[in-house]
Structures are given as C-alpha cells and as structure tokens.
C-alpha cells in the first residue's frame, strides 16, 4: 500500500485553492481555470489512491468512467490553461480599452476531450485508456503538443516587474506542462502505433475493463506509471508556490 499517494495529492489540490480569493476577484479566467483543473484532478486522485489502495477490483464504475474522461481532458485543459495564462499577460501588453479586454476574455475557457473505457491500476485507480493509432496523433495529440509550442513562443511586451514575473511563471509553467506531455506521450507510443482498420476493430469489446494488480506489472511500467502520476500533484505544487507568494498574497495576508 501508497498512502504517500492520497497525503499528497490531497495536500496539493488543498494548496492550490489558496490564491483563489484574489484571482477570483480579479477575474483571472486563466489562473482560475488551472485552480479548478489542478484541484478537482488531485481530489480525484485522492479518491482513487483510497479506494484502490492495495487492490485492483472493479468498484464504482460509473466514478471511473466519469473520471478518466476527466483525466484526458485535463491533459488538454492544463497546458491550455497555461497559453490562456499568456494570452492574457500578452492582452494586458496590447489592448487599451475595457471592452475589448472583456471580449477577449471568452477565448481563454477551453474544452476538454473524451477518452476510452477504463483500466485499474492497484494503489492508483481508475485509469483512462487510449487506442494509440494515427486518428489518435492527428486527432489529441497534436493539438496538445501545439497549444504546449504557442504557449513556449507566446511572449509579451510589458516590462514593469510584475508582469515580467508572471510572464516567468508562466514560462516555467509551460516548460513543467511540456516535460508531464513528453513523459506521457513517451509512455503512450513506446509500444509503437497500432493498426486502425476499421471502426468496429478499434471498438471491439468496448466495455472491457482491464484490472492491473501491482505484482503482474512490469518494475520499469510501473516506475513510470508512479512518475506519470505524480506530475500531477507536483503541478499543484509548482502552481501554488508560484502564486501563493506573489504580491496579490503579500497583500491578502497583511492586515
């Protein structure tokens, strides 16, 4: 048994919600929404290190399939929070009047993706399984791997101090989103691609729900199957220590 996986995940979807106040006054629709993704994809992860801590059996399913869909669309949703992060510094930068900033708020809310049926994993959970083939790559893949590249190149021109630091944490950010992309697309397509040649191949029995007690899975998978679940508590992390001490904070916790 893990309970190191329950203490921390919820720990972090707990830290994450401690700038909440100011960015919600503020309206930070990029900060809010990487609050909303980090805490409720930590919580679950708490929840699923519960239930399955030590076991691989099939409970809840209906919590699973919720969930993993959950799972693929945070993949998306994180790293398009982190380009909506700098769209709006960039904003700040180069529009001049409230209403056009208002307008421009709408474009930073993104939308998250569906995924497959799920596997369980003993000690993690519930699991989200993708059919790895070439609709795949074209279809989630690459629209990640580019909201990842624009958030990289998305620069802007405010010098003051403040928005050099945020314009920093958001760099890190989207360099920490890159590296959790990398380790999952690596995990993803070790096995290669696999052949698509119909609709009713790839959906054969759909509803399968495979079971993965940690003594049948390979040392190496499992190593990195620990790694890729820990990027996302450490995201929680990184997040609050970036905006849990910044001015805005300086300023909440004074008197």
Known sequence: MHPELAIGAFLASALVLVPLPWHWRARNTGTLSMIAQLCFSNLTYTIDSIIWSGNADIVVPVWCDIVTKSQVGATAALPA????????????????????????????FDYTTQGHRFDV???????????VSLPAVFLFYVPIAVVVLLTLNKKSAF????YVR?????????????????IIFGITFEGGLQPCASWADVHFDFSRIDQFP???IPSDVLVWTYISWWTIPISGYSFFCFFAFGEGAKKEYGP
């Open 81 to 108: 929070c982190c380009l909506s992060l700098a769209l709006q510094l960039w904003r700040v930068s180069s529009v001049s009047n409230t209403t056009s900033k208002r307008k421009a708020s709408i474009i930073d």
């Open 121 to 131: 994993i003993e000690d993690i959970g519930c699991s989200p399984t993708t059919y």
């Open 159 to 162: 010098t003051a101090r403040r």
């Open 166 to 182: 945020l314009m920093a944490i958001a760099i890190v950010l989207a360099l920490w989103e890159a590296t959790v992309i990398g």
């Open 214 to 216: 940690a003594a049948f």
